[in-house]
């Protein structure tokens, strides 16, 4: 008998999620040691099943199909390609390192979570509350990564609103910690509604020939449900797709949402929502959007480049201009997943391998961003960057994780960011050379926004107000520390992770009907035909 891992995987933190809810508020600390234990065990089985993944082997591995709403064609369907089992491998190691980061976390008031009498307690209640979201909100973002039920992924795509909602509004920072939840939750549900539409419409189109249904293999292909598709109903499809993705990955211009959210939540809310949540959108246009209606993909080829063109430049640039730690990070990630974006619609295996690994290197690089941010926010308490200087000289440990991880955001060689953007320029310019050489500003601005970041936070003489600042804990350089590793491991030697990810990519170009352009050799063939033309 088979391991059923995916479900394992989901259901271990749903239930570590309940049973840290149900908790007294007098017992927070044992809901942070649940927490992490919970956290650990669902990353040693989630490693495991990746260890038993062949990369060489059928496509979607770890495969169960039970019915459950069989009158609609409703089945609880999981499986994972390369892409999706490095998705699920990021969300199941940056939850634990989230956990621990926010161990003795203060808020505003000074309160640490869960502590019984604090003004944290008394303002948002038991500390278990905010763990017990992070373990469901894992669960759920396992689950989207693995559905292969178009209505479980849209289930769980929407479901996953709720603990971030609470997350960010119940439990973030500041007085515009409620607007700004309100805000993420109706651009989101806008974006959700426009693809229930869309779901609805795929069914409705699936039972053209038989039963209606959901299930993406069976959609999917030349034989698939969605085949022949009327070219016009497949282009308002994709739309439906692509625009609640556009929302949640963020894109130019629907972006609008994100700073304000990265800003208000505390930082493992942060490092969640956009380390892996915000994945959930370029994913689904990876799986969804190009897969279901290549035709239209293709179509909508130049409308996306363009799009991400702007959302490099323009979240760039809004970056260099930010006062606020957070939400400078915040706006660089809309620069990133135009990148992102950017490699998928180039429609080259160089350009969609490289935004799939895009995809993990981002939640390592922006993950330790926040993390040490959040750090140094701990200590002095505001996000004001004009607030820090000389930190370097104080506390030595946190100014160096603090480079490593920028430098890791602007992509320098040798750290894992580099290889996913090299890999993007080339496929783009394989696509087409303009793209690539104004997509190549965000790299000049990117340089501009870290490295200012750093000089005014980091260097220079230390005011008496920073004199007693205290370098990392032990705990923290747990929390932040295998984040580095990664980041550099991966940045000398990708292989592994591009070994997963590249037949998974060569499946999605097939499945569009795409193939890389072939090579100009021109005066290579006139020479090898004697030089016959050469004059021409």
């Not at 993944?53 to 495969?63: A, C, H, L, M, N």
């Not at 999981?78 to 892409?83: C, K, L, M, R, S």
Request: proline share 6%.
């Amino acid at each position: 008998m088979s391991i059923p891992w995916l479900t394992l995987a989901i259901a271990l933190p749903a239930l570590g999620a309940l049973v840290v809810a149900l908790l007294p508020r007098e017992r927070a600390e044992l809901g942070r040691r649940l927490t992490l234990g919970v956290t650990l065990a669902t990353l040693l089985l989630v490693v495991a099943m990746a260890f038993n993944f062949d990369p060489s082997g059928p496509r979607f591995q770890f495969e169960e199909v039970i019915p459950w709403i069989p009158r609609f064609g409703v089945y609880y369907a999981v499986g994972v390609d390369g892409i999706a089992l490095l998705l699920i491998v990021l969300s199941a190691l940056l939850v634990p390192l989230v956990v621990l980061a926010a161990w003795r976390e203060r808020d505003d008031n000074g309160g640490t979570p869960g502590a019984a009498g604090s003004a944290d307690a008394e303002r948002a209640g038991s500390g278990n509350g905010y763990f017990a979201l992070i373990l469901l909100l894992e669960a759920m973002m396992i689950g989207v990564f693995a559905a292969m039920d178009v209505f479980l992924f849209y289930v769980l795509f929407e479901a996953m609103l709720i603990p971030v909602y609470f997350m960010i509004g119940r439990y973030g920072r500041g007085a515009e910690r409620r607007r700004a939840a309100v805000k993420f939750l109706l651009y989101s549900l806008f974006g959700g509604l426009l693809m229930l539409v869309a779901v609805i419409g795929v069914y409705a189109l699936s039972a053209r020939s038989g039963a209606g249904t959901f299930l993406w293999a069976d959609l999917v292909g030349a034989d698939g449900a969605l085949a022949g598709l009327d070219p016009a109903t497949a282009r308002w499809l994709f739309l439906g797709f692509f625009i609640a993705f556009a929302i949640k990955a963020p894109m130019w211009p629907v972006h609008t949402w994100l700073p304000g959210a990265a800003g208000s939540s505390r930082p493992g809310t942060a490092v969640l929502l956009v380390g892996v949540l915000d994945k959930v959108g370029t994913y689904g246009m990876l799986r969804y959007c190009l897969e279901l209606f290549p035709e239209a993909a293709r179509w909508f080829v130049w409308p996306v480049v363009v799009l991400s063109l702007v959302s490099i430049v323009y979240g760039a640039v809004l970056a260099i201009g930010q006062s606020d730690m957070m939400r400078l990070i915040a706006y660089t990630s809309v620069s990133h997943f135009g990148f992102i974006t950017l490699g998928i619609f180039a429609m080259t295996t160089q350009g969609q391998s490289g935004a799939a690994l895009y995809m993990i290197n981002h939640g390592f690089s922006t993950g330790a961003l926040f993390l040490v941010a959040g750090f140094l926010i701990a200590r002095h308490g505001t996000g004001a960057i004009a607030d820090y200087q000389g930190v370097q000289k104080a506390a030595p440990l946190l100014a160096g994780t603090f480079l490593v991880a920028g430098l890791s955001s602007l992509a320098l060689p040798g750290l894992s960011p580099f290889v996913s953007e090299f890999l993007v320029f080339v496929g783009t310019f394989a696509f087409h050379p303009v793209p690539a050489v104004i997509a190549s500003v965000g790299v000049v601005l990117a340089a501009l926004y870290i490295l200012w970041m750093y000089q005014r936070t980091m260097t220079g003489p230390l005011p008496p107000a920073l004199s007693r600042l205290r370098d990392l804990s032990g705990r923290e350089l747990w929390a932040v520390g295998p984040l580095i590793a990664v980041i550099i491991a991966f940045g000398v030697y990708p292989k592994p992770m591009l070994d997963v990810i590249n037949p998974a990519v060569e499946q999605t170009m097939q499945q569009v009907g795409v193939s890389d352009p072939a090579p100009a050799l021109g005066h290579v063939d006139q020479a090898a035909n004697g030089g016959e033309g050469a004059s021409e």
